[in-house]
């Protein structure tokens, strides 16, 4: 499912169940990708947070949809990534 800033057709989000071998992990796996430009590196900290799956890794992240991202955090990624796009 895309998210889209609908003035200018610029994708926000990227919502999407993707194998999860690609992060180590043994299962599919829900994430939602985001676009923070020059903050990846500083997100990329956080646990549950990696490089963007199948998108631009500087400028993007994938995020887990499990409770290692609190929803305060999940929020205000997705908030940044909007406004970056508007």
Excluded at 54 to 77: A, C, G, P, T, Y
């Amino acid at each position: 499912m895309l998210f889209f800033y609908k003035n200018e057709h610029k994708w926000f989000a990227v919502l999407m169940e993707v194998d999860g071998r690609v992060f180590d992990i043994d299962k599919r796996v829900a994430i939602i990708n985001v676009k923070l430009d020059d903050e990846v590196e500083e997100y990329l900290k956080y646990e549950g947070i990696y490089k963007a799956y199948h998108m631009n890794k500087k400028k993007w992240v994938s995020i887990m949809l499990d409770e290692r991202v609190s929803d305060d955090l999940l929020l205000k990624l997705v908030d940044k990534s909007y406004n970056l796009v508007r």
